[in-house]
């Protein structure tokens, strides 16, 4: 399926994708550096990530399918090009973000079962290492994934519109 109505999927599906992977970043980054946002988040931003996730391989996709119905051009390539490397922005989002809900999670450490299982993730030195660990490595891919989306559309519009 490559179309809906008759209109192409790909600028219906891309969408989604530039709307949450910004929005997940965000949300990431609020937890990061703002504890009240991170609880008041909670497991929201894993879900939101998880969204982009599953829609970032339905757009590229059915952009792969338009392409084959467009006159071919260095920029539309481009475009394909970028599009094909959100995968690798989007899947360590949604994981880093969903280790990141886990790891500061108050149910995870308050949790007997899952206390007892990784005490290297409830308390101690250890647990000041991977939160440092994992609060670099999000807020790293989170800005890296919204540049990403930025060149991505930008190569696009510029594909439609010329420019």
């Keep these: 399926m490559d ?3 008759g209109l192409p ?14 929005l ?13 946002a991170r609880r008041k988040l909670g497991i ?13 391989p339905i757009a590229t996709s059915a952009g792969e399918s338009l392409e084959k119905k467009t006159p071919p051009s260095a920029v539309l390539e481009r475009h394909t090009e970028l599009g094909d490397q959100m995968i690798y922005f989007a ?11 886990v790891h500061t999670s108050a149910w995870f450490r308050e949790n007997e ?5 990784v005490p290297a993730l409830t308390r101690g030195r250890s647990q000041t ?7 670099v490595l999000l807020v790293v891919d989170a ?21």
């Design 129 to 135: 290492v991977i939160t440092g660990v994992l609060a």
């Design 3 to 5: 179309s809906v109505n």
């Design 24 to 36: 997940a970043a965000v949300f990431a980054v609020l937890g990061v550096v703002w504890p009240a």
């Design 9 to 22: 999927l790909h600028p219906l599906v891309v969408h989604i994708v530039v709307v949450m992977v910004p």
């Design 91 to 101: 899947a360590p989002l949604f994981v880093l973000a969903a280790l990141w809900w």
């Design 44 to 56: 929201v931003t894993p879900i939101v990530a998880a969204i982009a996730l599953a829609a970032t």
């Design 113 to 117: 079962w899952v206390a007892g299982r």
């Design 143 to 163: 800005v890296g994934a919204v540049v990403w989306v930025y060149r991505i559309g930008d190569a696009g519009a510029r594909s439609v519109w010329g420019g």
